[in-house]
Structure formats: C-alpha cells, structure tokens
C-alpha cells in the first residue's frame, strides 16, 4: 500500500503563490503517475496536473499550463505542485494521487486510474 500525504493549502489572495507539496511513503513510486486533482464545491473532481516519476515527463490541464509546475524529488520522494498567478476559480480541495504505470501505459489525465489518493489539502484564493 502507498499512503499520500499533502501538504501546504491555505487562504491567499488572487495573483498569490503557494505552494502544495505530497509525500509518498509505503510503496516505492518509481513505476508511477503521480498527478494533483482538484474539487471545488458542486463539481466533479479534475485533474490539474501530474508527473510520470522516473521519466520526468509533466502533463498539465489547459486552466492551468503556465501558471503551475509539477515537480518531483527523488530524495524525498515528494511531488510538489507550484501555483503562481492564483485566481479565484482555483479554489478547490486539491487531491494527490498515484497511478501504477502497468505494461507502460499511463493514463495521467484519467481519475478512475489512479487507485491510490490522499486526504487533500483546501486552497481558497479570494478576490
């Protein structure tokens, strides 16, 4: 089993940063997708972002390309997620997630492939 565990949500003002950081412990992520999800109140649950670990290679959604970067580090086998420009449509509770890479196929952008998430950590960014 893989536990996940964010860090780093609070309130901010519109055109703020912060910073969320998901930390991986239980199960080796080398052969994962490790993504960010985002659920604001009355929506479905999306994807924001996600990193396929040993390759480095990012994926980010449309709303958000340019204005967060996904990271990993390898040492502390986190994920971060670094948001810059913040609006107010970013308020979510955002969600850490992995997903096993199986006979090397990923589907980073798919929710239902993803089988292990975190608690989620609130941001609120106001006007």
């Known amino acids: 089993q893989m536990q996940l565990v964010e860090s780093g949500g609070g309130l901010v003002q519109a055109g703020a940063s912060l910073r969320l950081s998901c930390a991986a412990s239980?199960?080796?992520?080398?052969?994962?997708?490790v993504g960010w999800f985002r659920q604001a109140p009355g929506k479905e649950r999306e994807f924001v972002a996600a990193i396929r670990w040993s390759a480095g290679i990012a994926d980010y959604a449309d709303s958000v390309k340019g204005r967060f970067t996904i990271s990993r580090d390898n040492a502390k086998n986190t994920v971060d997620l670094q948001m810059n420009s913040l609006k107010p449509e970013d308020t979510a509770v955002y969600y850490c997630?992995?997903?096993?890479?199986?006979?090397?196929?990923?589907?980073?952008?798919?929710?239902?492939?993803?089988?292990?998430w975190g608690q989620g950590t609130q941001v609120t960014v106001s006007s």
């Open positions: 239980g199960r080796s992520v080398s052969n994962h997708v």
């Open positions: 997630a992995a997903q096993a890479i199986v006979y090397g196929t990923v589907a980073p952008r798919s929710r239902d492939r993803y089988g292990y």
